[in-house]
């Protein structure tokens, strides 16, 4: 059986203590790639355990949700009693204990499944508050056969471009957030990819494009930005940055601007194909079937692919689809937060200007979009001035280079918020260690090319880290922010060798700290004799500890 993660296994246990003490719909938010599925799968099993004739509905939008929660839980327990109620999937299992359901085709169904005991409902930013929508009125409708009903929604997104966060104001359908686990935790712990957002030479603008209800009107914002030398530049943006990236996603802002972004695309020999809402689900699902095998590098979507995605392998995500929506926003980033092998992280390329407008999707929560998006004018990330990765604006330091951002005029307004405040036992736990020297000599590459090893030593451990500047594409994109923050001169080296006889420019740092970054990493900090500060050694190159490395 799989085993539930800590922060899976906490979601869980929070659902129960909730319903315990009498709560009402209760709410999980897990960041996509989080494993959702598996947590859904682990509370069916243990509502069954307790109560082993309950029935339970999963409802969800889309038939590739219905049958990957289904799949999830045969794997999880081969002996579910689960079935599928979906048109869109071709089975109607109404006597299923564990039913599985489109909420389109059980809408006024709710009958057909007796009293039903439990419902769980995937992708919950999607549920309106109005009684009157489907989902309205097959709550309403099992509430009435069963007033002890449950309810627990899942979410990545726990709020709406309409109204807000789900769980507030009238009408909403949860009580409150039970759960949630966020995204930057969960890249630290090492469970999600790491995700690195430059800001791109070409900004897409929509300022004269009008709006409904909150949101772009999509014929005039299609208008703005699918135009022919729009296009191009951004695609050639696109490919200088994913020549060594295997699986890339770009959204688009129309039917139109698909095919043009798609034909650009192919003009530079890599294979591209549109995924739209318009396609037939055999030819959509033949495409992504390809997409997750590799033999298409890139898909162009309108109006898919943001939720009920999962290729692991996706490792750029191009923006080109101005929103209002945070959701959306978030959505489409998240298809490239889950690890797969060989993947270090993500690229995202912001075109559309949604990190600037909404922050960094870590720090994108129920709160923060309550208050709205970013006025016009105004920002809620800044480009990092050594590498020109969006960061938040209250950051201090860039996860994409590690580099002390400059600070802001004294003029500039800065808001003090939870996060300015230092960790109450960091230094004790990891305090600050002189380095008492350093060596640099050509370390083994394994199956690839060469790299420069750097051993980093202090009194009773030490380090070492592999700068691959040999290798090509992020892995010598790397190489070179390592090689400029240790004051290494332009241009930078293309061999071990040349760095070797150049490694008079390089400085030493004096002092080094440890922090734990989840039970199974650490988070390193280097500092210069000037006080500049570099974060997260590990990343520069490939971190390899001492054996006679100590935490404490």
Same mark, same amino acid.
């Given at each position: 059986m799989l085993r539930l993660r800590k922060y899976q296994r906490a979601a869980v246990d929070a659902l129960d203590r909730h319903w315990d003490r009498g709560g009402e719909p209760g709410l999980v938010v897990l960041p996509t790639g989080a494993g959702k599925a598996l947590v859904i799968a682990a509370l069916i099993r243990e509502w069954l355990v307790r109560a082993p004739r309950a029935r339970i509905c999963v409802l969800t939008h889309v038939r590739e949700l219905v049958v990957q929660n289904h799949g999830e839980l045969l794997s999880y327990w081969p002996e579910a009693p689960a079935g599928i109620f979906s048109a869109g999937v071709g089975r109607r299992e109404a006597d299923a204990q564990v039913a599985f359901c489109s909420i389109q085709s059980v809408r006024d169904r709710a009958d057909m499944f007796g009293a039903i005991d439990l419902i769980v409902i995937d992708e919950a930013h999607l549920v309106p508050r109005s009684g009157e929508t489907s989902y309205g009125r097959f709550l309403a409708a099992a509430r009435a056969a069963n007033p002890d009903l449950k309810v627990a929604g899942f979410t990545a997104t726990p709020y709406r471009l309409d109204s807000g966060r789900l769980d507030e104001g009238e009408g909403r359908v949860f009580e409150r957030i039970v759960y949630e686990s966020l995204v930057g935790d969960l890249i630290h712990q090492g469970y999600l990819a790491p995700l690195v957002c430059k800001a791109t030479a070409l900004a897409l603008d929509v300022s004269g494009v009008p709006k409904r209800g909150g949101e772009y009107v999509p014929s005039a914002l299609e208008a703005a930005v699918n135009r022919e030398w729009i296009t191009h530049a951004a695609v050639e943006e696109m490919v200088?940055?994913?020549?060594?990236?295997?699986?890339?996603?770009?959204?688009?802002?129309?039917?139109?601007?698909?095919?043009?972004?798609?034909?650009?695309?192919?003009?530079?020999?890599?294979?591209?194909?549109?995924?739209?809402?318009?396609?037939?689900?055999?030819?959509?699902?033949?495409?992504?079937?390809?997409?997750?095998?590799?033999?298409?590098?890139?898909? +162009?979507?309108? !109006?898919?692919?943001?939720?009920?995605?999962?290729?692991?392998?996706?490792? $750029? *995500? /191009? @923006?080109?689809?101005? =929103?209002?929506?945070?959701?959306?926003?978030?959505?489409?980033?998240?298809?490239?937060?889950?690890?797969?092998?060989?993947?270090?992280?993500?690229?995202?390329?912001?075109?559309?200007?949604?990190?600037?407008?909404?922050?960094?999707?870590?720090?994108?929560?129920?709160?923060?979009?309550?208050?709205?998006? +970013?006025?016009? !004018?105004?920002?809620?990330?800044?480009?990092?001035?050594?590498?020109?990765? $969006? *960061? /938040? @604006?209250?950051?201090? =330091?860039?996860?994409?280079?590690?580099?002390?951002?400059?600070?802001?005029?004294?003029?500039?307004?800065?808001?003090?918020?939870?996060?300015?405040?230092?960790?109450?036992?960091?230094?004790?736990?990891?305090p600050w260690r002189e380095v008492t020297g350093w060596r640099l000599d050509r370390g083994p590459g394994g199956s690839g090319p060469d790299r420069l090893e750097v051993a980093l030593r202090w009194r009773g451990g030490g380090c070492r880290v592999e700068v691959c500047l040999e290798d090509s594409g992020h892995a010598r994109e790397k190489a070179v922010q390592w090689w400029r923050a240790f004051g290494g001169a332009e241009p930078v080296p293309m061999s071990v060798a040349a760095a070797l006889e150049r490694a008079d420019e390089l400085e030493r740092p004096d002092a080094l700290k440890i922090d734990a970054a989840g039970r199974l990493s650490e988070s390193v900090t280097v500092q210069f004799s000037d006080g500049r500060r570099f974060r997260d050694l590990r990343r520069w190159g490939v971190w390899r500890p001492d054996r006679r490395l100590k935490l404490g």
């Amino acid at each position: 059986m799989l085993r539930l993660r800590k922060y899976q296994r906490a979601a869980v246990d929070a659902l129960d203590r909730h319903w315990d003490r009498g709560g009402e719909p209760g709410l999980v938010v897990l960041p996509t790639g989080a494993g959702k599925a598996l947590v859904i799968a682990a509370l069916i099993r243990e509502w069954l355990v307790r109560a082993p004739r309950a029935r339970i509905c999963v409802l969800t939008h889309v038939r590739e949700l219905v049958v990957q929660n289904h799949g999830e839980l045969l794997s999880y327990w081969p002996e579910a009693p689960a079935g599928i109620f979906s048109a869109g999937v071709g089975r109607r299992e109404a006597d299923a204990q564990v039913a599985f359901c489109s909420i389109q085709s059980v809408r006024d169904r709710a009958d057909m499944f007796g009293a039903i005991d439990l419902i769980v409902i995937d992708e919950a930013h999607l549920v309106p508050r109005s009684g009157e929508t489907s989902y309205g009125r097959f709550l309403a409708a099992a509430r009435a056969a069963n007033p002890d009903l449950k309810v627990a929604g899942f979410t990545a997104t726990p709020y709406r471009l309409d109204s807000g966060r789900l769980d507030e104001g009238e009408g909403r359908v949860f009580e409150r957030i039970v759960y949630e686990s966020l995204v930057g935790d969960l890249i630290h712990q090492g469970y999600l990819a790491p995700l690195v957002c430059k800001a791109t030479a070409l900004a897409l603008d929509v300022s004269g494009v009008p709006k409904r209800g909150g949101e772009y009107v999509p014929s005039a914002l299609e208008a703005a930005v699918n135009r022919e030398w729009i296009t191009h530049a951004a695609v050639e943006e696109m490919v200088g940055y994913g020549r060594e990236r295997r699986a890339w996603l770009a959204f688009c802002a129309g039917l139109a601007h698909a095919a043009a972004v798609r034909d650009a695309i192919r003009q530079e020999n890599i294979s591209c194909e549109t995924v739209t809402g318009e396609m037939g689900k055999r030819e959509r699902d033949r495409i992504v079937r390809d997409f997750r095998a590799g033999k298409i590098r890139c898909l +162009a979507s309108v !109006g898919v692919l943001s939720t009920g995605f999962n290729v692991p392998e996706v490792d $750029l *995500i /191009a @923006l080109l689809r101005p =929103t209002q929506s945070a959701g959306l926003y978030v959505q489409q980033v998240g298809r490239a937060l889950r690890r797969a092998p060989g993947k270090a992280d993500a690229i995202v390329l912001d075109y559309a200007g949604l990190v600037r407008m909404h922050g960094p999707v870590d720090a994108v929560t129920a709160r923060s979009v309550a208050l709205g998006p +970013a006025a016009p !004018g105004s920002v809620r990330a800044k480009p990092c001035p050594g590498c020109g990765a $969006l *960061i /938040a @604006l209250n950051a201090s =330091t860039c996860d994409a280079c590690w580099v002390e951002p400059e600070a802001e005029d004294e003029e500039a307004p800065h808001a003090a918020s939870a996060e300015d405040a230092l960790p109450i036992l960091s230094e004790s736990i990891s305090p600050w260690r002189e380095v008492t020297g350093w060596r640099l000599d050509r370390g083994p590459g394994g199956s690839g090319p060469d790299r420069l090893e750097v051993a980093l030593r202090w009194r009773g451990g030490g380090c070492r880290v592999e700068v691959c500047l040999e290798d090509s594409g992020h892995a010598r994109e790397k190489a070179v922010q390592w090689w400029r923050a240790f004051g290494g001169a332009e241009p930078v080296p293309m061999s071990v060798a040349a760095a070797l006889e150049r490694a008079d420019e390089l400085e030493r740092p004096d002092a080094l700290k440890i922090d734990a970054a989840g039970r199974l990493s650490e988070s390193v900090t280097v500092q210069f004799s000037d006080g500049r500060r570099f974060r997260d050694l590990r990343r520069w190159g490939v971190w390899r500890p001492d054996r006679r490395l100590k935490l404490g």
